[in-house]
């Protein structure tokens, strides 16, 4: 079993930064494709961006392109997302997942483990 609990979201103005986090239950974190995906009211999951095992190779969505960067830390179980130049478009639950995968993966039916999200609201 693998746990995921995200953090780090809030309320934002326009143009601002969130740094989000998730923190990954199990001893066999460095084995996983990660991903970060959202969800607005009465919209479909979409990925934004995703990362492989060792952190050497990345995917990013085009709607966060240049604005958003994936990262991780497999000696902490951390993954995390930072989110610069902020949109109200942006505004939505975001989740974290994994994947028992080491490579990169870019639709939801990859990922076996979920977070519970946690909520970005952009003011404009």
């Known amino acids: 079993q693998v746990q995921l609990v995200e953090s780090g979201g809030g309320l934002v103005q326009a143009g601002g930064s969130l740094r989000l986090s998730c923190a990954a239950s199990?001893?066999?974190?460095?084995?996983?494709?990660m991903g970060w995906f959202r969800q607005a009211p009465g919209k479909g999951r979409e990925l934004l961006a995703a990362?492989?095992?060792?952190?050497?190779?990345?995917y990013y969505a085009d709607s966060v392109k240049g604005r958003f960067t994936i990262s991780r830390d497999n000696a902490k179980n951390t993954v995390a997302l930072q989110m610069n130049s902020l949109k109200p478009e942006d505004t939505a639950v975001y989740y974290c997942?994994?994947?028992?995968?080491?490579?990169?993966?870019?639709?939801?039916?990859?990922?076996?483990?979920w977070g519970q999200g946690t909520q970005v609201t952009v003011s404009s």
């Open positions: 997942a994994a994947a028992l995968a080491r490579g990169i993966w870019v639709t939801p039916s990859s990922y076996q483990y």
């Open positions: 199990g001893r066999t974190f460095g084995n996983y494709g």
């Open positions: 990362i492989n095992w060792t952190g050497t190779s990345t």
